[in-house]
């Protein structure tokens, strides 16, 4: 299911691959990857609110993949101030981390300090 939903997302069909990725989060409701594929299939599906919502909740539970995600989405979103907010935590959690610190370079400096 998963591999079909990624399929959907790379063919520009996020509906498509929202319904594939809610079955597989059906089958494994623990899974922060699944997780977060709903919430960007959500957002590329036209429910930006709904998924951001969603990923900010994955987020909070486990950066992973979500962490990196929320923040361009945030960003996507025009939501400077949450980027930032997400920046950050992302460098508490792994100063050294080389994805995060470029990154955080993506947050615009007003946000940033």
Known sequence: MTLLGN??????????????????????????TIKTRVAVSEIGSGQGPQGLEHLERV??????AA?????????RAAHVEKA????????????DNPLYQRLLGKVPCRATG
């Open 59 to 64: 987020f909070a539970d486990e950066a992973g």
């Open 84 to 95: 930032a907010e997400v920046a950050a935590s992302l460098i508490k959690r792994d100063a």
């Open 7 to 32: 399929a959907y997302m790379a063919n520009g069909k996020p509906e498509l691959a929202l319904k594939q990725f809610e079955r597989a989060a059906a089958l494994d409701p623990e899974n922060k």
């Open 67 to 75: 962490g990196p995600t929320l923040l361009l989405a945030e960003l």
